[in-house]
């Protein structure tokens, strides 16, 4: 596609719930990122693809959060049983992997947890 | 681990003033990638400038330029003749050569007065 697209764009959940997030990646990107974002504040690195595997899953914050990709594309994000602090914007990037290392972001996905 | 610190939370500039936003970080490695991200009120983040660590000379991107410092492992981003358009959050990031993740700084919030 033209640039990264993540759905939903904004999800509001009670706590205890599931969700999942998707990602679409630019296609022909091989590497994918997820990261999550709190309000004002830096980004934090969750997980990392290369294909459809994950070299680097280090920063996924607990056992609730795990993240899948399939065909090399679409990748989803899913947390269970969502707490209050997982209110945060998620933000998914892909690159090219091998060359500058540009990401190229999605609008991200705002995720509030009442 | 690669630690990316900036230490201006928030900077503001007069329209059509020069402005110097900070980033220091650490690492062990001597082939990487740095950047400075845009991140407007909309929220989708864009590359501003990027900077290969085995070159010298910096970067510059018609209104925006770097100074990166290597040895002091200092990479500050300048904007020139600033607008009401570059009011954002930037974020300064790290990426290894070898490909993996890119690790970002908590922001600077730019504020630019008319």
């Known amino acids: 596609g033209a640039g990264v697209s993540q759905s939903p764009s904004n999800k509001v959940t009670e706590k205890g719930k599931d969700v999942e997030l998707r990602c679409d990646p630019i296609?022909?990107?091989?590497?994918l990122y997820w990261y999550r974002q709190r309000l004002g504040q830096g980004l934090e690195f969750l997980i990392y693809?290369?294909?459809?595997?994950?070299?680097?899953k280090s920063g996924l914050p607990s056992d609730r959060f795990s993240a899948e990709r399939t065909g090399e594309s679409v990748s989803t994000l899913t947390i269970q049983r969502t707490q209050q602090e997982d209110s945060a914007v998620y933000l998914c990037a892909s690159a090219v992997e091998g060359l500058s290392g540009e990401l190229f972001f999605g609008e991200g996905s705002r995720l509030t947890v009442l | 681990a690669q630690t990316v610190t900036q230490s201006q939370p928030e900077m503001s500039v007069q329209e059509a003033e020069t402005v110097t936003l900070s980033c220091t970080y650490d690492t062990s490695e001597s082939d990487y990638y740095l950047f400075w991200y845009k991140q407007p009120p909309s929220r989708q983040m864009i590359l501003v400038i990027r900077?290969?660590?085995?070159?010298?000379q910096n970067a510059t991107e018609n209104r925006f330029s770097v100074n990166f410092q290597k040895a002091a492992k200092s990479f500050s981003l300048k904007i020139s003749d600033s607008q009401l358009g570059d009011a954002a959050m930037y974020f300064c990031?790290?990426?290894?050569?070898?490909?993996?993740?890119?690790?970002f700084g908590d922001g600077t919030t730019l504020t630019v007065k008319p």
């Open positions: 296609s022909g990107h091989t590497a």
């Open positions: 900077q290969e660590a085995y070159k010298q």
């Open positions: 693809f290369q294909g459809n595997s994950a070299p680097d």
């Open positions: 990031a790290y990426r290894s050569f070898n490909a993996g993740k890119s690790t």
